[in-house]
Nanobody
Framework: QVQLVESGGGLVQAGGSLRLSCAAS????????MGWFRQTPGKDREFVVS????????WYADSVKGRFTISRDNAKKTIYLEMNSLRPEDTAIYYC?????????WGQGTQVTVSS
């Protein structure tokens, strides 16, 4: 089991930037990937981005390509999501995830609100 703690959400104007962090603890030695999903009221959780823990390859949803950047710090077992050129439609609760084999752990979520 992996425990995840997110931070960095908040309120920002359209066009602004935010940086999210997610620190992992527990069975981190078995992690294969980490990433972010987001959810707005009445909608399913949506994939945003993921990063391979070993090789560092990243995959982005088309909606955030060119605006969001994921990075990782292996020593701190932490990932970061740099979000630039934010839009009102990016408003959501952002959830950190970590994969260990076929098991996925979820963080508690952090609110990101982008005002127009």
């Amino acid at each position: 089991q992996v425990q995840l703690v997110e931070s960095g959400g908040g309120l920002v104007q359209a066009g602004g930037s935010l940086r999210l962090s997610c620190a992992a603890s527990g069975r981190t030695f078995s992690m294969s990937a980490m990433g972010w999903f987001r959810q707005t009221p009445g909608k399913d959780r949506e994939f945003v981005v993921s990063i391979s823990w070993s090789g560092g390859s990243a995959w982005y949803a088309d909606s955030v390509k060119g605006r969001f950047t994921i990075s990782r710090d292996n020593a701190k077992k932490t990932i970061y999501l740099e979000m630039n050129s934010l839009r009102p439609e990016d408003t959501a609760i952002y959830y950190c995830v970590a994969d260990v084999g076929s098991n996925r752990s979820w963080g508690q979520g952090t609110q990101v609100t982008v005002s127009s």
